[in-house]
């Protein structure tokens, strides 16, 4: 909130797995907003960028969805993803949106892995840092499975195998 100031945003959530923290991210936003001097009005859109299959990350990220970025030129731009592991994706996603000159945008992030990757991304905010493993549940997947889960877990190797593709 001091960071967006009491400028109205473009809150940009990033599917799949980004939906329940959004949600949960806009609604704590609008409580802020409701018990301040000063109203933050919010637009929510959506995107969905894909890279992974199984557990890997692949050479083709996949923006869906966000065909029309140029409605985010002069706005102030909040991006909400679930979790970053190499930043290769987020910086895929920036790169779109930077195009059309926004004038703010910052990244939330609900985790944020740890690796050894030097030029690994490093969002404006995040929950919590996590170890180098795959985790799933609160909408992240595996191979679609588990985004049902209401909290976090890191599915073991048996589980990969058995939700493979």
Known sequence: MQDIGYNDIVVLCVLKGGYKFCADLVEHIKNLSRNSEKFISMKVDFVRVKSYQNDQSTEDTRIIGGDDFS?????????????????????ALLDSIKKYKPSMVKVASLLVKRTVLPDGFRPDYYG???????????????????RDLNHLCVINNHGKAKYRV
């Open 128 to 146: 919590f840092e996590i170890p180098d493993l795959f985790v799933v549940g609160y909408a992240l997947d595996y191979n679609e499975y588990f």
């Open 71 to 91: 409605k985010l030129a002069g706005k102030n731009v909040l991006i909400v993803e679930d979790i970053i592991g190499t930043g290769k994706t987020m910086k």
